[in-house]
C-alpha cells in the first residue's frame, strides 16, 4: 500500500466500509476527502481489515496519513499556550 487510498480501497465503496467499521457514511467520507484516518480509529479500521486476510498495522496507517493541516497545528498551539 502506498496512499491512503490504498486503505479505502479495501473496501468497495465508503458506504459497506463505515457499514464495517460500525460508523456513520459521513464519517468515513469526510476521512476520504481529508486523505487521513483519525488514530483514534485505527483499531477499527486494523481488526476490519484483518477480517479480510489483510495487514493494516498502527506503523502503515501513520506513514500513508496525511499530515494534519498547518492551521490545525497554529490553532492547538496556542490554546496549549
Do not use: C, H
Request: charged content about 25%; cysteine-free.
Amino acid at each position: 500500500m502506498q496512499v491512503i487510498g490504498d486503505i479505502f480501497g479495501l473496501w468497495d465503496s465508503l458506504a459497506n466500509m463505515a457499514r464495517e467499521l460500525g460508523i456513520e457514511y459521513q464519517t468515513v467520507a469526510k476521512w476520504s476527502q481529508r486523505g487521513r484516518i483519525p488514530p483514534e480509529s485505527w483499531p477499527a479500521v486494523i481488526e476490519a481489515a484483518k477480517r479480510r486476510k489483510i495487514i493494516v498495522t498502527p506503523a502503515l496507517l501513520a506513514k500513508l496519513n496525511k499530515p494534519r493541516g498547518t492551521a490545525n497545528v497554529v490553532r492547538e498551539a496556542r490554546a496549549q499556550g
